[in-house]
């Protein structure tokens, strides 16, 4: 009897109480980047730090906790996501200039504002932020980088809290950074990111983040409904190509499934060109993987973060785009 009151029982019924706001069969596609994908069983916000601590030291032990930014490196499967997924937002934003020419940011915090507010204080070493789509949370995850700089050649510090609810800090050594990666536990959420900058000149950082912006405009499609770079650059193959010319050489730029199209601006990026499903999109991502291997023999990585169950309805047929490496 026991059992059958259980099943009848919704997560959110089990979930402890918070000061931040649940939402049941949250819609998930409109956050992310791409615009499609499944929904969330329940969608946590989180009021602040002590609120997130405070549920994973208080949520039934067998709820999976899935924690997400603002959905720019980020695909989510079409079936959604079981259990709770955890939204960093206000509470987890803002950014501070803290003594010795240091800035402490949220894990919530956009790359972008990290970069604006550095250069407003007059401090360099951080306008490569601009050039990253995402969160300070997601960059300590995967050790983002852009333009000639990666979050650990800026780190001191890493704030995190475990999936128990306890808090750790990290230096950047504890952060085991590599290429695209850090060896922080999957299930721990950072919180907060204390970051080193140097003085410099506010005109210059400025000209230095200008040129990043154009940059990005001039080759990637940045009005596009994308995940950003979809697949990391191949290591360990002496003199290999980057991932855009890999996928290049084996014809793929222009190839589509469904609404999903590799980007004809920039070949490592895909986009949603209208109507493109989730499915349609992996799919995509797992033809060019197969293609460069053909072609190449080596393996293309994911960058992009892809979560959630596949939905039970296959990918649209694949539209081949005519060209050749």
Not at 79 to 87: E, T
Not at 230 to 249: C, M, S, V
Not at 274 to 297: K, N, P, Q, Y
Request: some cysteine.
């Amino acid at each position: 009897m026991k059992a059958v009151r259980r099943a009848m029982t919704s997560l959110i019924e089990r979930l402890p109480a918070v000061r931040g706001r649940y939402t049941e069969d949250a819609d998930l596609a409109k956050t992310t980047w791409f615009r499609c994908g499944g929904p969330a069983e329940v969608l946590f916000r989180p009021a602040d730090a002590d609120d997130l601590v405070e549920f994973l030291a208080t949520r039934p032990a067998d709820v999976p906790v899935t924690v997400i930014g603002v959905g720019s490196n980020l695909l989510i499967r079409d079936g959604g996501v079981p259990g709770v997924v955890i939204r960093l937002a206000r509470g987890f934003t803002e950014v501070t200039l803290e003594e010795g020419d240091r800035l402490r940011a949220g894990a919530g915090a956009l790359d972008l504002n990290v970069a604006l507010t550095a250069q407003q204080a007059g401090l360099t070493d951080l306008e490569f932020f601009s050039g990253i789509p995402g969160t300070v949370g997601g960059a300590l995850r995967m050790n983002a980088g852009a333009y000639g700089g990666e979050i650990k050649d800026v780190l001191v510090e890493a704030e995190a809290v475990d999936p128990f609810g306890k808090r750790h800090r990290l230096d950047a050594a504890a952060m085991g950074f590599s290429y695209r990666r850090s060896e922080v536990p999957a299930g721990w959420i950072f919180l907060s990111a204390l970051l080193q900058a140097r003085k410099g000149d506010p005109a210059s950082i400025a000209q230095r983040m200008a040129d990043i912006r154009k940059s990005r405009e001039e080759t990637q499609p940045t009005r596009a409904r994308t995940g950003g770079s979809t697949f990391k650059n191949p290591e360990g193959h002496p003199g290999a190509l980057r991932a855009w010319q890999l996928i290049d050489k084996a014809g793929c730029r222009g190839l589509r499934i469904g609404d999903a199209m590799v980007s004809d601006k920039h070949c490592n990026f895909l986009i949603n060109t209208g109507a493109a499903t989730a499915t349609d999109i992996e799919t995509l991502g797992e033809e060019v993987r197969r293609r460069v291997f053909e072609t190449s023999g080596i393996r293309l990585d994911w960058e992009i973060r892809r979560i959630g169950v596949p939905s039970q309805s296959g990918p649209s047929a694949i539209v081949e785009t005519g060209e050749t490496a």
